[in-house]
């Protein structure tokens, strides 16, 4: 649905995307929010264990963690700053405080200036390749969770690279 609305020329943050996702599918006439659906999508999508693993072994490697993540405000303010993972974060950014979005390379510019990190010592673990690809053009190494069992190829992947010092987790 997101690339369909990019396609259309619309605004593209979650909270189009939610009403324009309630809008198009059938409630059987029952009342059903765009904020209530929502809501049910992040309460089913709470951290799950393998990445808690994975960010408690970052911890114990003293890697700083930042996030990059095209939520909308609603969800960063109202899920990631209030959930368990935000203890493990250094900061981080949110698309909807830019005209922007991961892929887009500024996203990541603008992260990386931020924070003064250095892209050839950040690893990016994102779900979406397009994002992941991108932030390997820009220097970045770059990991794609895709299954049962990314989180631990990661971890390794990392592990084999002393020299690098930070992480980058959407």
């Known amino acids: ?67 990059l993540t095209n939520a909308s405000k609603r969800n960063v303010d109202g899920r990631l700053k209030t959930s368990v993972m935000k203890e493990y974060f250094a900061g981080g950014l949110a698309s909807y405080a830019f005209p922007f979005q991961k892929p887009d390379p500024r996203i990541y510019e603008a992260l990386l200036q931020k924070y003064d990190l250095d892209a050839d010592k950040c690893m990016f673990v994102d779900d979406h390749a397009e994002n992941v690809e991108m932030a390997v053009r820009l220097g970045m190494r770059g990991c794609i969770l895709n299954g049962p069992g990314d989180f631990d190829r990661c971890w390794e992947s990392l592990a084999r690279n002393d020299q690098t010092k930070t992480n980058l987790l959407n």
Do not use: H
């Not at 059987?28 to 089913?44: C, H, I, K, P, Q």
């Open 1 to 67: 649905l997101m690339e369909e609305l990019k396609a259309e020329g619309l605004e593209t943050d979650q909270s189009v995307f939610w009403e324009t996702f309630v809008a198009r599918i059938d409630t059987n006439g029952r009342n059903v929010s765009a904020t209530d659906l929502e809501r049910v999508y992040w309460d089913a999508n709470q951290v799950f264990p393998e990445a808690k693993i994975f960010l408690e072994r970052c911890r114990r490697a003293d890697l700083k963690l930042y996030y």
